[in-house]
């Protein structure tokens, strides 16, 4: 373990947590932008959070010690999985601890506890959340999994920074069966962070929430651990994609520290990009019914299958 | 004092049956039977699961009984394999036991003590099918087994719909039985000789061990509940007091995979890979067609005995997939396929125990096995929640839980099989995968149904206000089993050294370094891919706590309670939370063709509306009950031969003679 | 054609007899006539033992004569005859087989029986090695008739005279079995008679009739 | 000397008995008789441990490892079941559905039946063994017919006729036997029928004679077994019977018939050295399996039920016999032994069950397990048992045959299985709610005697998991001398 790769690690988790809400305040941005409405500063998360810090807690009389704890496990989750998600460099040492499919894994506890949680008051709403999260992610999970499989399939481990590593290592080479698993990723994570079509993050409406509907019941510190999570997930979820398809610039224990410091600016360039794309789709596509949300993810699912068998026929 | 572990388990095994006897001398004290003889046996149980620890290692020992056949004395052999069932039987046993001696408080129907005897002659049976060497030990030991099960899944004989059920398991277990015996036929292969070592010896044409193999499989997987064969188990588990429906989903359908893997890998020697390919196929199967029925049960036991259906189909695929590869002579991938399936029976049998145990005393404090009348549980039994919830987890296979070790091993395998030389095959083992990865996924979200509305949430009865927590012994065996979880999800290494003895004793080949260091799970057939749990636990821990702590010093901790928001409803009850079959009903919507769906909706004119949903199995439909009225058609016909007239019957003798006689002019 | 002595063609010629009787009996209705041709059939083969007694001088020949002419050409008829005239069954009830079909099918059985009889009367060093085959034609045919009929009584007829066969049987194949055996058959025959007894009383203060139609209750229900 | 005790005994219990008539005791006596006739059985087993075979009284009687432990099963068995009838008669007196005289009738037919299936079993002489045969069914007849009911006087008249035919069949095919040998023996006669006689000089006997005899004896004496479909007076008769007589008919008379067959079968299978026999064996052996397990589905009598699987269980021994080979003979052998002893341990239970629920049919003979716990766990494990349940002997049997029949016969594994199938469905569907469920069965006059029931079971307990090694020797001897394949 030298010490520029415990720098580095440390170095992606301060960024993960502080950039986090920074990158919702620009995805919010942007959407302004493109619905012509005058933008919130990019700021303006964090405040949200600060805000809600500041603010009493209120627990529902009926909340057990799982719905007070649910937040911390959450929050922790996500920071952890920023952990292992090589969005700078792929010199990780937390990687030996959890591969991709623990990543998948570490998601999956996050949204059990966030289900488990949603149950715990007894609301009408909570369980309907809780319901419709699971719904969604039954057949998220697995797509995101198969996802990771092709990129493992293609550099021949389930390491994530192994992984980029290998795919940023090679010169540009076409991959069609990326080309398929790019699509159900992206799929996976409008679904997976309530972002339209599947879910709509600036509305309270019944008929239509599901993150939000599991979060009813939160207030104060616990809802902002919530909300910083979820801008987390958010964030995780970009990285991932980034280090699956565009991982060039990422840094590797080759270049040392140069390769690091060049590959912070690239990632904020990286980010701002997904970002304004991400703004881009959640503007032009249309909520879809709550039904019609599994639906998506199952095309999900067999675009990232297909993707596999793709590869494994033409061996790239 | 024993000296070898094969000693050590006959001790322990005849300990058990002694304990049983023991319990008909009072047969209705609960004192004795309950507080005495269950901690004795659980203890038994500890000792076993050590001894066979250590037997792991140790050389395979045999022993020759005087009992048996005029020719074929029972033969017993204690080998690495068996060693690793007995750990399993030992270290579930301990927290069942202990769980059972509080929870026969009321002899169920039954005096505790004929409980106490059917109960540890079931245990001790078990053992036996573990131990034997023979054909004929085995057979005897596997039909007990089957017996003394039966008797205590009719406990409560009272019941007709229990009374069906036990009919049902028992006649598939025979059946199955029966298959597995003729299976032994074919292997002796024309040497008389019965015992397992004349077996090995004796070299079966491919056709014939083809044939041995399908009636093992038929046979174990009847046993095992496979599907289609699965119909018995939906039934008879929840039938079952809970420590047996336990004992039965946690231990003895593992005897089913350890009869598959001794025929298999054993018996027959080298498997062609395309058995495999079977085995594979049906495991998938029956994972799929069990979690999604898992999905949509409304009595909290039937969804646990489906679930283990899931995982028992789960266990399969990693085991025919050991096959296929160590058909092509890839050990270092069979190796890794095996231990994943071994992993996996370890885990379940755990955490299935577990969660049947969290049932068993929600049964007893409430009196409910149906979901739509429970709830809000968690504040009134803090004691069974919490262990429930890692069982729950544990299952949902969710890091760094056990479930998700084994998961984690079984996907590195299918992952890198792409250099099997059969083309299709490594274009099928990827679906395979993503199989796992659905069976997994929707098994969390089983869970959360049942963990959510048991647990969480309002009681939707007025009653559930008085249950009480678990007693004393109720709870050590929970957590014995919750701490079995924890420890077998974080200690992944140690585990694995272990199994892989196992692996080198069946296929000769095992995985090469595991472990990069004593924490960290790195086999080398999954390149460079590495997993280290404790870390994963430890740092997770840290980044909760400095969240915790972070927010308490930066901010502030008030909090105060007031009644749920819930959008501003004015008065919520519990009738407004999701009820079981509201849970369910997106996957009755996405898995509609195969379920069978009849559905009673109230019309608008009705006094009193009434809603009723039953989900049934299309297998017992249209693979049952056909076969059903095909035999009573026959009866039917046969009877026609019978009229009561004398003539008739003269007539019958008549033209036999002549037709004989025919015969021979 | 090679001569045959006397006493041999007589045999024959009773053996023929025989065969005739039970065509007769499979014909015949009516319950009393049916003892008097099983009386006669008793006495023929009664003749038929004696001759062959008297040709090949074996003593227990003798013996076995006797013991037909006491049991079956005596007793039997007269206590059959008794329990008619007790139980007052004269005729048989129209049989399950018009009588033309079965003669037809009798004649199909003779022709099996000799048939059958051949390989037995090649190696057989007896005087009368042809009758093997009426032999075994009289069992079948009794056997038929047992089928055929609807009273109890005609069944027991029936059943006597299969009876016959056999002794006919047992002495023109192997003139006789031994004594023990000759004795303990008789006695069974006598037992079995003397049970038959015993049953018609019964069966008729259930039934009031010998109608085996009675007899049909037992059955698997469809 | 024991032979004159084992076969005087029941012949002068039949003379006193019959003398006596009905007195208080005469059950006890009755049940004492049968005691000597075990006892000087047991002497005689002894003596045979000892000395091996033996032949006595100018050879017209012997015992060798086939008869031997048949002897003693059936000396056991009938006083077994001569205790279990005394308080079942009793029982049935204080019901008025016997009168004394019947129960003198009773007591004296018992012992004869007796005394001729010992003689049938112990006789040297083909001939005498018929005779035997006969006076069997001869002294059943009246027994079946003890209650007088319409019922049972059908169910005997069936059986008689049936029997009667099928056993003049059996005369025939002995005539037919003894010309065959005859020739080869020569001697005066009486020789010629001694099956010792006939065994050694089998091979010289005319073979197509021999076949056509065979089938004569197959068809006579397999109407006794009840093998498919000569079978059809077995129900009846069991069902209308007293219990203990159907106790004894399903647990001996089958035997002994079955032990008939075999005698015979060893001859023509010598002289014939073709596996003609052996295939009629399996042929019927087979029917009558797969005939029965479905005539099992439909019954709703309690006793016809276990009647119609004792056809199955003989049509599995017929089986094994046909199969032939020393594994499958030891295995018919041993079944043989554990099937009549589980038989009648069942049937003593069934009689007391009908007694308590005051009716045979099993509709409405519910939760025995409840009031007398005895019977009902009699009841359910002698079920099981006879379902080919383990520890129990009969598994150890059917162990042996299907593993043989899957090695020999691949081709007839699939029907056993299938027919086994069916009869463990229809027997244990119609015996666990018999067992279990709520009571509807009342308290009897008198005691039951239960402790036959338990020592059957115990002893087909320990033969699941202990053939003591002279009866093993036994076994095997035999198998050996019945041969085939």
């Known amino acids: 373990m030298s010490p520029l790769s415990l720098s580095t690690q440390g170095l992606e988790i301060i960024a993960a947590i502080l950039a986090a809400p920074l990158f919702v305040g620009w995805v919010n941005q942007c959407r302004a932008w493109l619905q012509n409405r005058s933008a919130p500063s990019v700021l303006q998360p964090y405040r949200g959070i600060r805000k809600l810090f500041h603010k009493d807690a209120v627990l529902a009389e009926r909340a057990s010690a799982l719905f007070r704890i649910t937040p911390y496990m959450v929050f922790g989750a996500m920071v952890l999985a920023a952990a292992i998600i090589p969005s700078m460099g792929t010199r990780l040492p937390l990687t030996i601890a959890a591969d991709s499919i623990a990543l998948v894994g570490l998601l999956a506890t996050a949204r059990m506890f966030m289900s488990l949680a949603a149950m715990d008051v007894g609301t009408a709403f909570g369980t309907l959340g809780a319901r419709r999260e699971m719904m969604v992610g039954f057949l998220a999970e697995p797509a995101l999994l198969m996802v990771i499989f092709v990129a493992a399939l293609i550099s021949q481990t389930t390491s994530l920074a192994a992984i980029a590593e290998h795919l940023s290592g090679q010169t540009l080479a076409l991959y069609p069966s990326l080309a398929f698993t790019a699509v159900a990723f992206t799929l996976v994570l409008l679904a997976e962070n309530a972002r339209i079509p599947v879910d709509n993050p600036a509305t309270h409406l019944e008929l239509t929430m599901i993150h939000e509907a599991m979060l009813l019941e939160y207030s104060a510190r616990h809802l902002a651990l919530m909300e910083w999570a979820a801008a987390l997930k958010l964030f995780n979820y970009v990285c991932i994609g980034i280090a699956l398809f565009v991982p060039w610039g990422v840094a590797t224990e080759s270049q040392g520290p140069v390769g690091l410091l060049i590959s912070v600016p690239v990632l904020g360039l990286k980010l701002l990009g997904a970002g304004a794309g991400l703004a881009l789709i959640e503007t032009v596509s249309a909520k879809l019914r709550v039904f019609r949300a599994p639906e998506l993810m199952a095309t999900a699912f067999l675009f990232a299958v297909l993707g596999l068998l793709v590869h494994l026929l033409l061996g790239a | 004092m024993p000296t070898t572990p094969l000693d050590g388990c006959l001790l322990l095994i005849a300990a058990w049956g002694v304990i049983g006897l023991a319990g008909l001398v009072r047969p209705h004290s609960i004192k004795i039977v309950g507080h005495v003889l269950f901690p004795l046996s659980a203890l038994c149980g500890l000792a076993l699961a050590a001894i066979a620890v250590r037997g792991i290692n140790a050389p395979a020992s045999h022993v020759v009984l005087l009992i048996g056949l005029p020719d074929l004395p029972l033969h017993l052999r204690c080998d690495s394999l068996s060693c690793l069932f007995l750990m399993l039987l030992g270290a579930a046993t301990t927290g069942i036991s202990l769980f059972a001696g509080g929870y026969f408080r009321q002899g169920h129907g039954a005096a505790p003590g004929l409980l106490c005897l059917q109960y540890h002659i079931f245990l001790a049976s078990m053992g036996c099918v573990l131990l034997a060497d023979d054909a004929y030990a085995f057979m005897v030991a596997w039909e007990l087994m089957a017996l003394s099960s039966y008797f205590l899944v009719t406990t409560q004989h009272r019941l007709a719909e229990i009374r069906r059920a036990g009919f049902l398991y028992l006649l598939i277990a025979h059946l199955g039985a029966l298959a597995i015996l003729l299976s032994f036929g074919v292997l002796q292969g024309g040497s008389w000789q019965f015992t397992f070592d004349s077996m090995r010896a004796a070299h079966l044409s491919p056709p014939w061990s083809t044939v041995a193999f399908m009636l093992a499989l038929l046979g174990f997987g009847a046993k095992a509940g496979l599907v289609p064969l699965h119909v018995w188990l939906p039934e008879a588990h929840p039938a079952a007091p809970s420590p047996v429906s336990a004992l039965m989903s946690g231990v003895m359908l593992k005897t089913a995979i350890y009869g598959v893997l001794r025929v298999t890998f054993d018996l027959l020697g080298t498997p062609p890979w395309w058995w495999g390919l079977v085995a594979l196929a049906i495991g998938l199967a029956s994972a799929f067609y069990g979690v999604i029925f898992t999905a949509v049960q409304n009595d909290m036991k039937r969804l646990l005995a489906w679930s283990s259906i899931e995982n028992i189909g789960i266990i399969f695929a990693g085991l025919g997939l050991a096959i296929i590869f160590h058909g092509f002579g890839m050990s270092a991938l069979a190796a890794l396929a095996l231990i994943a399936s071994l992993y996996h029976c370890l885990n379940h049998a755990c955490m299935k125990s577990l969660l049947f145990l969290g049932t068993g005393a929600v049964l007893h404090a409430t009196g409910e096995r149906n979901l739509g009348k429970l709830g809000g549980l968690i504040h009134r039994m803090p004691w069974v929640a919490w262990p429930t919830l890692i069982g729950a987890l544990a299952i949902a296979g969710l890091p760094p839980l056990n479930g998700f070790v084994s998961e984690w091993l079984l996907l590195q395998a299918f992952l890198f099989a792409g250099d099997v030389p059969r083309a299709f095959v490594d274009m099928l083992l990827p679906v395979g995968a993503a199989i796992v990865a659905l069976c997994t996924a929707l098994a969390g979200y089983a869970m959360v149904k049942f963990y959510g509305i048991i647990f969480l949430g309002q009681p939707r009865e007025p009653g559930l206000a008085q249950a009480q927590d678990a007693g004393l012994l109720e709870r050590l065996g929970l957590v014995w089993l919750a701490a079995g979880c924890v420890a077998l999800g974080v200690l992944p290494v140690q585990v694995i050294s272990l199994l892989n003895t196992v692996s080198r004793g069946l296929l000769g080949a095992s995985l090469a370094d595991p472990a990069a260091h004593w924490w960290l799970l790195a086999p080398a057939a999954a390149r460079g891919a590495s997993y280290g749990p404790l870390v994963f636990l430890v740092i997770a821990a840290l980044v909760i706590v400095l969240t915790l702590l972070g927010v308490r010093m930066f901010y502030h901790r008030r909090a105060r309670r007031a009644p749920a928001w819930d959008c501003g409803f004015v008065r919520i009850d519990a009738r407004m939370q999701d009820s079981a079959e509201g849970f369910g009903q997106p996957i009755r919507h996405i898995f509609q063709p195969f379920f069978l769906i009849e559905r009673e909706l109230p019309s608008a004119f009705d006094h009193l509306p009434r809603y009723r949903m039953a989900v049934t199995d299309r297998i017992w439909r249209y693979g049952y009950e056909p076969v059903g009225q095909l035999v009573r058609r026959v009866a039917e016909l046969v009877t026609v031969l019978q009229q009561g007239r004398i003539s008739t019957y003269l007539l019958y003798s008549f033209v036999t003679l002549l037709v004989l006689l025919a015969l021979v002019l | 054609m090679v001569h045959i002595p006397l006493l041999l063609q007589l045999v024959n010629a009773c053996a023929a007899g025989l065969l005739l009787l039970s065509f007769a009996m499979l014909s015949q209705r009516r319950v009393v006539t049916l003892v008097y041709l099983l009386a006669t059939q008793g006495a023929l083969l009664c003749l038929a033992t004696f001759l062959l007694a008297w040709r090949t001088n074996q003593h227990h020949l003798y013996i076995s004569a006797a013991l037909t002419l006491s049991l079956k050409v005596l007793f039997l008829p007269w206590l059959l005859h008794r329990l008619i005239r007790r139980l007052g069954v004269y005729w048989d009830t129209e049989p399950l087989l018009n009588s033309s079909v079965t003669m037809l099918l009798g004649l199909l059985i003779v022709v099996f029986a000799f048939g059958l009889a051949q390989p037995i009367a090649a190696l057989s060093s007896t005087a009368a090695r042809s009758t093997i085959g009426i032999a075994i034609a009289v069992i079948l045919l009794a056997f038929m008739m047992m089928i055929t009929r609807r009273k109890a009584m005609s069944q027991v007829i029936g059943f006597l005279s299969m009876e016959n066969g056999l002794f006919f049987g047992a002495m023109s194949a192997t003139y006789g079995m031994p004594l023990v055996v000759e004795l303990g058959v008789a006695l069974d025959v006598l037992v079995a008679m003397l049970v038959l007894g015993v049953f018609f009383f019964q069966i008729r203060e259930q039934f009031d009739s010998l109608d085996l139609h009675h007899l049909e209750s037992l059955k698997e229900k469809p | ?477 035999a198998a050996i001398m019945i041969g085939g394949h």
């Open chain 4, 1 to 477: 000397m024991e032979f004159l005790l084992l076969l005087g005994t029941p012949v002068a219990g039949a003379l006193v008995l019959g003398w006596l008539g009905a007195r208080r005791f005469a059950p006890e006596l009755n049940a004492l008789f049968s005691l000597v006739t075990f006892a000087a059985a047991c002497a005689l087993t002894a003596r045979v441990v000892a000395h091996g075979k033996v032949l006595v009284a100018h050879e017209q009687f012997f015992i060798d490892p086939f008869n031997v432990f048949l002897v003693t099963l059936t000396a056991f068995v009938g006083l077994t079941t001569a205790l279990f009838s005394r308080p079942y008669m009793r029982v049935e007196m204080t019901h008025g559905r016997l009168s004394p005289g019947r129960l003198r009738l009773y007591h004296a037919m018992y012992q004869l039946f007796t005394f001729t299936m010992l003689l049938a079993l112990t006789t040297n002489n083909i001939g005498l063994l018929w005779v035997a045969m006969e006076g069997a069914t001869l002294s059943t007849v009246l027994l079946v017919t003890l209650y007088r009911t319409p019922a049972s006087l059908e169910a005997g008249w069936k059986y008689f006729i049936l029997c009667g035919v099928g056993i003049a069949q059996a005369l025939f095919g002995t005539i037919l036997i003894y010309f065959a040998a005859e020739k080869v023996v020569g001697g005066e006669g009486v020789t010629a029928l001694l099956w010792t006689h006939l065994d050694a000089v089998k091979t010289l006997l005319e073979p197509r004679v021999m076949s056509i005899a065979f089938v004569f004896l197959l068809v006579g004496y397999g109407t006794k077994v009840g093998l498919a479909p000569l079978h059809n007076w077995l129900p009846d008769a069991h069902a209308e019977g007293p219990t203990p007589i159907s106790a004894v008919l399903s647990g001996l008379l089958l035997n002994v018939a079955l032990y008939a067959v075999m005698r015979c079968k060893v001859l023509v299978e010598g002289s014939l050295g073709t596996q003609l026999p052996s295939n009629m064996l399996m042929g019927f052996g087979l029917v009558s399996v797969v005939l029965a397990s479905f005539f099992l589905w439909r019954q709703r009598d309690i006793k016809r039920l276990f009647a119609y699987s004792s056809v199955e269980h003989m049509g599995i021994i017929t089986f094994a016999f046909g199969m032939g080979g020393p594994v499958a003979n030891f295995a018919a052998l041993l079944h043989m032994t554990v099937h009549s002893l589980t038989k009648s341990a069942i049937f003593f239970t069934v009689g007391h069950a009908a007694q308590k629920a005051g009716s045979q049919l099993m509709d409405q003979i519910r939760g025995l397990i409840t009031l007398s716990p005895t019977i009902g766990w009699g009841l359910m494990l002698g079920s099981l048992a006879i379902i080919g349940m383990p520890p129990f002997g009969v598994f150890a049997a059917e162990f042996l045959i299907l593993t043989t029949a899957m090695k020999q016969q691949p081709w007839a594994t699939p029907i056993l299985l299938l027919a086994l199938g069916v009869a463990f469905a229809a027997v244990f569907g119609r015996v666990q709610p018999m067992v279990f469920g709520e009571t509807t069965a009342k308290r009897l006059p008198h005691p039951p005697a239960l402790l036959p029931v338990f020592v059957h079971l115990a002893i087909v307990l320990m033969l699941g998991l202990y053939v003591p090694p002279y009866l093993a020797d036994w076994y095997r001897q």
